[in-house]
């Protein structure tokens, strides 16, 4: 063994082949990095991420649908992107600011034969909702498909760290943002639709660093199952995905540069998940291979969670 790592959350030596040992021996496959700015870049990211399988077959599942995937930019919203594109859906994608991020994943996205309509705003401001359907409806003329992805989330130690600030910035990001977007598309779902929520394993097992993170999105499942409850006779279905730790720009944008190579490494499958790994749940839960599932959460974690 060599390389020991100070600060490094449990990760004590690196090896010649590249296993880090905790508790037990793991892949590192991510160096130390970090991002100063929120939900992150992945054209920034080392590695990047791996979004696209090239073994997926499509079906068609998806044909002739419209999606609209905030932060479809990157990360797991894009996976999301390319599966639909894949299965024969136009895309939506409301982004923040990651100007090149989202140029790459519409140009991606476009070359399986999709339509691409990038939207940059703030879904903090209601206003910006409104923007997002009347654009929609305009180039495309329905929505089938709502994907409520974006978010951010800001590691502290402490309770007593988190800033009044930064808790009204993630409350408004990750659930206000979805309420708004959520009833304005609403109006203009029809039968057989699909929105999917995107929440967290943390909501299940508790992060100690993502206090307010985890209070958003264990109000994603509330706000789900709610939801779904509501809209079943109107056969619009509602349901949740929960990712454990995948590679995305969230991770490198949060965390202390020291805690990325150890990413995953406390799930059963020793290692954080790629994007594309998954993409294909979203694209179950919007097609018509789920009519008879709402009101669900599907965990995604490597086994570190037995939901």
């Known amino acids: 063994m060599k390389n020991n790592l100070n600060n490094d959350y449990g990760l ?3 090896d010649e082949c590249g296993m880090g040992w905790k508790c037990k021996d793991f892949q590192v496959k991510f160096p130390p990095q970090h991002q100063d700015c929120q939900p992150g870049m992945e054209y920034l990211m080392n590695p990047k991420p791996v979004f696209d399988n090239p073994e997926y077959r499509a079906s068609d599942k998806l044909k002739g649908k419209v999606a609209i995937i905030t932060g479809g930019d990157s990360g797991i919203g894009r996976a999301v992107a390319v599966a639909f594109a894949k299965e024969g859906a136009h895309i939506v994608i409301p982004y923040y600011d990651e100007d090149i ?8 996205v476009e070359n399986f034969g999709s339509c691409c309509l990038l939207i940059r705003g703030d879904l903090k401001d209601p206003m910006f909702s409104k923007t997002i359907v009347e654009k929609t409806l305009q180039m495309f003329g329905k929505i089938d498909i709502l994907i409520n992805n974006a978010g951010v989330q800001y590691q502290q130690h402490s309770l007593l760290d988190i800033s009044d600030n930064q808790f009204d910035q993630t409350m408004k990001t990750n ?11 609403l109006p ?3 039968s057989g639709a699909s929105i999917i929520n995107v929440t967290s394993i943390t909501a299940f097992i508790g992060e100690p660093e993502l206090i307010d993170y985890v209070t958003t999105k264990g109000a ?21 995905v929960a990712p454990g730790v995948f590679w995305t720009p969230l991770q490198p944008a949060c965390w202390d540069a020291a805690y990325i190579p150890t ?6 499958m020793k290692r954080a998940g790629e994007t594309f790994e998954i993409a294909p749940i979203f694209v179950y839960l919007a097609s018509d291979d789920a009519s008879y599932t709402t009101g669900q959460v599907f ?5 570190q969670y037995k939901g």
Not at 263 to 268: R, Y
Not at 299 to 303: A, S, T
Request: include cysteine; hydrophobic fraction near 35%.
């Open 12 to 14: 004590k030596y690196v």
């Open 101 to 108: 991020d989202a140029e790459y994943t519409k140009n991606y």
């Open 175 to 185: 659930v206000y943002g979805m309420f708004y977007l959520t009833r304005e598309v």
């Open 188 to 190: 203009y779902l029809c």
């Open 220 to 240: 994603i499942v509330g706000f789900t199952r709610s939801l779904a409850t509501n809209l079943a006779d109107q056969n619009i279905r509602v349901n949740a």
């Open 263 to 268: 990413l995953g490494s406390d799930s059963p």
């Open 299 to 303: 965990h995604i974690n490597g086994g």
